[in-house]
């Protein structure tokens, strides 16, 4: 009913020094979506000689001389605020996480949710727990806020990109949170085919995938009571991450234990992708629109690594059959780097 079906190629070259190699390569084909990953252990040599590494002293420099003129950090003093027919306060505040509109919008509702603005740090691992919690909780704060102020915008995400190579223009830690009317394709798509497994099949696609995960503990991560950490299958980006929700399918409807169990996860994560030498990061939550899916689709994130951070960075993940065709191509097996990971999620 649910299988992990791959095909393995093999491709013989004459190498440079006139040697016959062979290489295999593997494609896997996601259970759900049917998408495709291909793998090939020798495209990790590549992308060393290729990509080169971090440059953890540009970083420092960035660090220093970017809080200078920062927008994040005096964003409590000065900057947008939404209009009080909406948020009384103008902004959303917990700890020292803060909310503010985005100032170029791309939804009915758009807003920066400002990780920590009495702290710009840009090495992941010295980001807090207790700061990715209180993001996480504003954030759902914005998505029942909005809906309670536009009945019509259901339809919401919520995610962070973290550095130049991961997607930021800002190098502040922040999550940026959309609200509009029209669905997300992706998150739509996912919705559909767990609703349509879920009618053909008579169970949940999800509680089905983390149960055999579980049971051959090659790929599971850890259980942190309300979400189970793992690493897909067949992933579609680089060393990506899954984190599933057992109680709720949308943002709107977390609790303070649920935002916990993500952001432990998250911290995790993020500080394995700085340990990996990349620093930049990417993720996204997948969240319901409505609270009718609760049988068949979890909340959910997931997180990918970025091209390392340094002057020039090469960007590996934007060629054409990712950016196009969506078949990535990885340099290094989720069992390869799940096994790395999953030291960091044992107490």
């Not at 710009?120 to 504003?138: C, Q, R, T």
């Not at 009571?225 to 109680?247: R, S, Y």
């Not at 399918?249 to 030498?277: D, M, P, R």
């Amino acid at each position: 009913m649910l299988e992990f079906k791959a095909v393995i190629e093999k491709f013989k070259m004459f190498g440079p020094n006139g040697e016959p190699m062979e290489q295999k390569i593997e494609y896997r084909i996601d259970p759900l979506t049917g998408k495709v990953c291909t793998i090939n252990m020798l495209l990790g040599e590549k992308a060393k000689a290729f990509l080169g590494e971090a440059d953890t002293e540009l970083l420092m420099k960035l660090q220093r001389e970017s809080k200078t003129n920062c927008p994040f950090c005096h964003s409590m003093e000065k900057g947008t605020r939404f209009f009080p027919d909406f948020i009384e306060d103008g902004y959303v505040n917990i700890g020292s996480t803060l909310a503010v509109p985005n100032l170029f919008s791309k939804a009915g509702i758009d807003a920066v949710v400002i990780v920590n603005y009495k702290q710009h740090e840009l090495f992941p691992s010295n980001i807090k727990l207790e700061d990715f919690k209180n993001a996480i909780k504003v954030g759902a704060r914005l998505i029942r806020e909005g809906r309670n102020y536009n009945s019509s915008l259901i339809h919401h995400i919520m995610g962070m990109n973290f550095l130049h190579s991961g997607g930021s223009s800002v190098p502040h830690p922040h999550f940026q949170v959309h609200l509009r009317s029209v669905a997300y394709s992706g998150i739509a798509d996912l919705l559909n085919l767990s609703e349509r497994y879920y009618k053909e099949n008579g169970r949940n696609y999800w509680d089905m995938l983390t149960k055999k995960e579980r049971e051959i503990n090659v790929r599971y991560l850890c259980d942190y009571g309300d979400v189970e950490w793992l690493v897909p299958f067949a992933p579609t980006h680089q060393k990506e991450v899954w984190g599933l929700c057992k109680k709720t399918s949308s943002l709107a409807n977390i609790t303070e234990s649920i935002a916990l169990a993500f952001a432990k996860g998250i911290a995790k994560v993020v500080s394995f992708y700085e340990q990996e030498g990349h620093f930049a990061f990417t993720f996204t939550f997948f969240s319901a629109p409505k609270d009718d899916a609760e049988a068949f689709f979890p909340l959910q994130v997931r997180l990918c690594a970025r091209p390392a951070f340094k002057n020039l960075y090469t960007s590996y993940d934007t060629w054409f059959s990712p950016k196009f065709i969506g078949d990535e191509a990885h340099t290094s097996s989720p069992e390869e780097y799940g096994a790395r990971l999953k030291k960091l999620f044992v107490f």
